[in-house]
């Protein structure tokens, strides 16, 4: 539990004449029409970026990609509108790779390598707040326009967090769905530690939701690639709670 990360303050780790990217502090919003809501992403970077502001468009920055409030990690802005366009078409395409370091629940085995999770997610109707995904196995009658989606999940590490079994697992989302990672984690049993929604409000211990945007890599044709890796905050000299094998 860092400083930065007690203090939600948003860290510029890469910065090229069209693009910066972020390290967000887990529960933190990129941006909120909610005026007493002071810390969000965009707010900070009016601050920190005052030269690079845009009044044409909402919140001053245009945001490529998104993290759930609870998520911390890895953002991409654009600087201008001809990058927002062609980093956008590089993500809308699936031709970005990104990695998420997760804690799930219980034992994941991952003795016979990477696990492929192709399951389309959807909107849950059952949910009044229009907040919650599922799956169409959950109940297809309740899940409105499911959409393909593609998780590849690799196995890194065993222990436990505050007496209970947990696996570290990094997360590939091949395809960019809403709450995809956190829903293909529930949906083979093993919700991600600290997620609220997909424990069904059961989860409340931990002081954060342990999912994390480590790597992001961009495949730019007409300038230098972005490819960036921050630091895992899932330690356990970090955490005290967290108990894992050979760290």
């Known amino acids: 539990m860092t400083d930065n990360c007690l203090e939600r303050v948003v860290q510029i780790v890469h910065k090229t004449d069209s693009y910066v990217i972020v390290n967000k502090p887990y529960d933190v919003y990129i941006n909120s029409n909610d005026e007493s809501i002071q810390d969000t992403v965009a707010k900070q970077l009016v601050q920190m970026l005052p030269e690079f ?4 468009v909402s919140f001053g920055f245009r945001f490529v990609n ?3 409030y609870a998520t911390s990690g890895l953002l991409c ?3 201008n509108k001809n990058a927002a366009s062609q980093a956008g078409k590089l993500f809308q ?3 970005v790779t ?8 219980g034992i994941v085995n991952g003795e016979d390598g990477d696990i492929l999770v192709k399951k389309a997610i959807g909107l849950d109707l059952r949910d009044t707040r229009g907040f919650r995904m599922c799956t169409p196995d959950d109940d297809h009658n309740f899940c409105q326009s499911p959409r393909e989606a593609e998780t590849r999940i690799q196995v890194v590490g065993y222990g436990k967090y505050d007496g209970e079994n947990v696996t570290k697992v990094i997360l590939n ?3 960019g769905r809403r709450h995809q990672l956190r829903v293909h984690c529930s949906m083979l049993g093993h919700c991600i530690v600290g997620d609220y929604t997909y424990s069904d409000n059961i989860d409340t211990k931990p002081y954060r939701m342990m999912l994390h945007s480590y790597s992001l890599k961009i495949p730019f044709q007409n300038e230098p690639h972005i490819d960036v890796t921050i630091n ?15 760290n």
Request: charged share 25%; aromatic share 6%.
């Open 173 to 175: 989302p091949v395809t």
């Open 66 to 68: 998104r993290l759930d």
């Open 53 to 56: 502001v845009d009044n044409s």
């Open 232 to 246: 895992d905050p899932f330690l356990s000299h970090v955490d005290p709670l967290l108990q894992l094998e050979n």
């Open 93 to 95: 395409g699936n031709h």
């Open 77 to 79: 802005i654009a600087l």
């Open 98 to 105: 990104k990695k998420y370091i997760a804690l799930v629940r």
